[in-house]
């Protein structure tokens, strides 16, 4: 039996963490006393002035579970069933109908991409996860946290602005079957840089050939090009291979972010395969957070399952990636050296700098940028964008 010194001792000699980088950066930036910072560090969407407002299509959703939310009762590990429903037909498109594939409310992108790791281990502990670098800087903790294997293979060249699409390829055609292919569904954090469709097509046909699982983490869908384009990569992946795993997020979309809104996708080859693996899914999810917390999914599927509701959200949604999009052509007109992030995708890019010049740009400009040279193309207001650029374009030139 542990004596009471023994306890103490063993949280006492507990290794340092080496904090997360994202969250780090967060708190810096937050802590920044000067008027002009700009943060471009975090992915949350801002407005043309600065802000991150809540959606107006959600705050009257917000209103309407106040006012008719009757009880606050459990709702059990798959949490609310009819948001899963009604997220179907957004991811899945043609497939969702196809009852082979099964949903589940989670924490957020986060809460799914745990969740169907734990499937994989449970179901293939010897599975290893291909995972293209750089990439968000939570995937590798999250698997390494369910005792994955990972084999990195490099993505993208930061300084040429281009997809190491060989290097993929080749990457997939030498894995074992049975590996676990992570692809980013759309917008790529960190990069930007998105599979075109023919490339979407040799991956796909890759993975397939391969035999290997497909476990697509889709937290950006509409901030591309729209909902349906956005998703076309994981239809097809959905089309060609029997077995694949999608993690979603609403956060973004939703602009819902604190409130953790997500959910996962599990496809079989059959429907009682299906049924067997989602008992598994629950059990895992039991086991970590029980159910998943309410407020924001049943939020979302208020708007989801009014018409009225629903088209003032795409409007909504339209006018973010329109704001992306626009941000993303004034830097590239800015300077030829940055017309690639006018072709690329979503609320990131990245900057070829080094980790000192990232330091220098928070020192000097007070502009905040992960150590990696990613931006957030809508951290800053419209009246920050020709500084940044101004900064920017001074150290590119060194
Ligand atoms: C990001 O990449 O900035 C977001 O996905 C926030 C996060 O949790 O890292």
Redesign the pocket.
């Known amino acids: 039996m542990l004596t009471e010194t023994t306890r103490a001792r063993a949280l006492a000699d507990l290794p340092p963490v080496i904090s997360d980088s ?2 780090a950066l967060i708190a810096m930036a937050n802590a920044d006393p000067r008027p002009d910072k700009i943060d471009v ?4 969407f801002r407005d043309a002035v600065g802000n991150t407002p809540i959606l107006k299509v959600m705050k009257q959703a917000e209103q309407r579970l106040f006012d008719t939310q009757v009880t606050k009762a459990y709702l059990g590990s798959a949490g609310d069933k009819r948001f899963a429903e009604l997220l179907r037909p957004i991811l899945l498109g043609p497939h969702a109908g196809d009852e082979r594939i099964a949903g589940l409310q989670t924490p957020g992108g ?1 809460g799914a991409l745990r969740l169907g790791f734990e499937l994989i281990r449970t179901a293939n502990p010897n599975a290893r996860v291909l995972m293209g670098t750089p990439t ?3 995937h590798a903790p999250i698997i390494r946290s369910v005792g994955l294997e990972i084999v990195e293979y490099p993505y993208y060249d930061r300084d040429g602005h281009v997809i190491h699409f060989d290097a993929m390829l080749q990457s997939l055609g030498a894995a074992r079957e049975g590996d676990v292919a992570l692809l980013h569904g759309v917008c790529h ?2 990069t930007g840089a998105d599979l075109d469709a023919a490339q979407w097509a040799e991956v796909t046909r890759v993975i397939a050939e391969r035999g290997l699982l497909p476990f697509v983490d889709i ?1 950006y869908q509409g901030f591309g090009r729209g909902l349906d384009e956005d998703a076309a990569g994981l239809r097809g992946i959905l089309a060609a291979s029997d077995e694949v795993i999608a993690a979603q997020s609403c956060d973004k979309s939703f602009s819902v972010y604190r409130d953790r809104v997500g959910s996962l996708f599990v496809k079989t080859g059959s429907v009682e395969a299906t049924t067997k693996a989602m008992a598994h899914v629950f059990q895992r999810s039991r086991e970590m957070w029980s159910m998943p917390p309410d407020h924001g999914a049943a939020a979302v599927h208020i708007i989801l399952d009014d018409p009225k509701l629903k088209a003032d959200w795409h409007i909504e949604l339209d006018a973010m990636r329109t704001r992306i999009n626009s941000v993303r052509q004034r830097i590239a007109a800015a300077d030829p050296r940055l017309a690639y992030i006018g072709q690329q995708f979503g609320m ?1 890019s990245m900057l070829p700098f080094s980790k000192d010049q990232v330091i220098a740009l928070r020192e000097r400009h007070a502009i905040y940028m992960a150590d990696s040279g990613r931006f ?1 193309v809508v951290g800053m207001a419209d009246h920050s964008i020709d500084r940044f650029v101004e900064a920017v374009v001074e150290t590119l030139d060194g």
């Open positions: 994202l969250l560090g975090v992915g949350v986060c968000w800087p939570n954090n960190p937290a990131f957030n």
